[in-house]
């Protein structure tokens, strides 16, 4: 699992254009039926990357919850 | 990061463009981006088209990213929202289905108009090309469907300029008619699921 301290979440009015899977530099999002894109939130590491590029302004960078040991 | 040959499809895209000052009966070949994106969602149920394919948004990328033309902001909230979307998609097909009957009456014997409209107002005047080889009928819809590929491309550049490089895709109105043939095509299969839009 990611060790990043935020990962990116996408709102459900989003375009499906695709800028965040392109610019996702762990590949992790994808759009599997041309409706929203998925997040792996397992190989997200919170980079920002999609949020910047989001030409709809609908991801955004939530904490991670604190892991329990 | 690996480039693969759609990597390249914006030259396909500016190659259009300027095959069209040359010769309007070049405007037929804009179809395939009209035709493959509604095949892909018809077929596939994905947005392949836009996700990968989609020349013009590689070109805005292009311009708007790389070369730094674009301011990127995050584009207004009215031009997010789903009424903006379906209403720009609905007010397009209509333009389109009008130039359409154009087309039909030039067919019908109406007199071929050699003008390229921009943004459904402004006429071009476009009589340098020889288009006595065909009928006019066909050149006609080369000239309306020129003019709906230019003004998509003039609108999408001043919103690359405002706004973020890709702003276009957000009111396409190919993106928006895909994404809801998806919809309708995954209603059933996404019924019951939960709406998360994360894995893992």
């Known amino acids: 699992m990611s060790k990043a301290k935020k990962k990116a979440c996408i709102q459900s009015d989003c375009v499906a254009c695709g800028c965040c899977m392109k610019i996702c530099p762990v590949k992790a999002i994808s759009i599997p039926h041309g409706i929203i894109a998925i997040v792996d939130s397992q190989k997200c590491i919170g980079c920002g990357k999609c949020r910047a590029a989001c030409p709809a302004g609908v991801i955004e960078l939530m904490e991670r919850e604190a892991v329990v040991a | 990061m690996k480039k693969h040959w759609y990597d390249y499809l914006w030259i396909?895209?500016?190659?259009?463009?300027?095959?069209?000052?040359?010769?309007?009966?070049?405007?037929?070949?804009?179809?395939?981006?009209?035709?493959?994106?509604?095949?892909?969602?018809i077929i596939k149920g994905n947005k392949a088209y836009c996700n990968k394919y989609c020349g013009r948004g590689q070109l805005f990328e292009l311009?708007?990213?790389?070369?730094?033309?674009?301011?990127?902001?995050?584009?207004?909230?009215?031009?997010?929202?789903?009424?903006?979307?379906?209403?720009?998609?609905?007010?397009?097909?209509?333009?389109?289905?009008l130039m359409i009957y154009n087309t039909y009456l030039v067919f019908a014997g109406a007199t071929l108009k050699e003008a390229v409209t921009l943004l459904w107002v402004f006429k071009l005047p476009w009589n340098w090309t020889n288009t006595s080889f065909v009928s006019p009928g066909v050149a006609q819809f080369a000239f309306g469907f020129y003019g709906v590929m230019l003004t998509s491309t003039v609108l999408g550049l001043i919103t690359m300029l405002l706004f973020k490089?890709?702003?276009?895709?957000?009111?396409?109105?190919?993106?928006?008619?895909?994404?809801?043939?998806?919809?309708?095509?995954?209603?059933?299969?996404?019924?019951?699921?939960?709406s998360s839009t994360e894995i893992g």
């Open chain 2, 63 to 97: 311009l708007g990213g790389r070369l730094g033309l674009s301011r990127k902001k995050t584009p207004p909230k009215f031009l997010r929202s789903k009424w903006f979307r379906y209403g720009f998609l609905t007010f397009f097909m209509t333009m389109f289905l």
């Open chain 2, 12 to 41: 396909a895209s500016a190659l259009y463009l300027t095959l069209g000052f040359f010769n309007i009966l070049f405007a037929w070949l804009g179809l395939i981006c009209f035709i493959v994106p509604l095949l892909i969602a």
């Open chain 2, 165 to 194: 490089p890709r702003s276009w895709c957000v009111y396409c109105p190919m993106g928006t008619m895909t994404q809801g043939i998806c919809q309708i095509k995954h209603s059933a299969a996404s019924h019951g699921k939960s």
